[in-house]
């Protein structure tokens, strides 16, 4: 079964703090995804990487940046966290090459910022 | 830029009971593909069908199934003999078949099961 596994189930941050949510799955999947979770929102997509050290801007990168290092670990960062970046997050990967593959998500990080 | 439509926020239904689940997309491709995504309380997101636009057949997967209408970009999910287990929320998502996989996700329906 593939596997994607993010570090934390919840975290309190404070404002203005640096934070790391890290992703790691372990299907040797090119492609790795961070999205956003928001009541009536769905999931929004903030960026996403198809390589090593590729990277592109989702539908909102402002106050993200990201880190992929290493193909199985993909990070999000919030270099100064604000409460309005409460949320949930969720990370995901797929194969590469072929548009209809199916995303495989990790459980989610539920992030208060207070 | 194509857009997701999930009109019903929440529904709720008896086990047993037939639940249809709508979605409506915009978008000017003509290839492209679509999923249900399956999101049960605290666990992960799981992919419940997907469809490809060219394929005029509508999916099916064991109790789920879909009606796609190409020209009225409708994507509806129908749940026969529904069990408490199908309480989630469900997510009708949109993929361009070019360029990034990125996955265009709507607001999202919760649906309840109830005993």
């Not at chain 1, 009541?39 to 402002?62: A, C, H, N, Q, T």
């Not at chain 2, 194509?2 to 000017?28: F, I, K, N, R, W």
């Not at chain 2, 999916?59 to 069990?83: M, Y």
Request: glycine letters at 6%; aromatic letters at 12%.
């Amino acid at each position: 079964d593939v596997k994607v596994t993010q570090s934390s189930r919840y975290l309190v941050k404070r404002t203005g703090e640096k934070v790391f949510l890290e992703c790691v799955q372990d299907m040797d999947h090119e492609n790795m995804f961070w999205y956003r979770q928001d009541p009536g929102l769905g999931l929004r997509l903030i960026y996403f990487s198809y390589d090593v050290k590729m990277k592109e801007k989702g539908d909102i990168p402002e106050g993200y940046s990201v880190s992929r290092e290493k193909k199985e670990r993909f990070s999000l960062i919030l270099e100064s966290a604000s409460t309005n970046q409460t949320s949930m997050y969720l990370c995901a990967s797929s194969p590469g090459l072929t548009s209809y593959n199916e995303q495989f998500f990790g459980p989610g990080t539920r992030l208060t910022v207070l | 830029a194509q857009t997701v439509t999930q009109s019903q926020p929440e529904m709720s239904v008896q086990e047993a009971e037939t639940v249809t689940l709508s979605c409506t997309y915009d978008t000017s491709e003509n290839n492209y593909y679509l999923f249900w995504y399956k999101q049960p309380p605290s666990r992960q997101m799981i992919l419940v069908i997907r469809q490809e636009a060219y394929k005029q057949q509508n999916a099916t997967e064991n109790r789920f199934s879909v009606n796609f209408q190409k020209a009225a970009k409708s994507f509806s999910l129908k749940i026969s003999d529904s069990q408490l287990g199908d309480t989630a929320m469900y997510f009708c998502a949109f993929m361009t078949d070019w360029g990034a996989q990125k996955l265009v996700f709507g607001q999202g329906t919760r649906l309840t099961i109830n005993p």
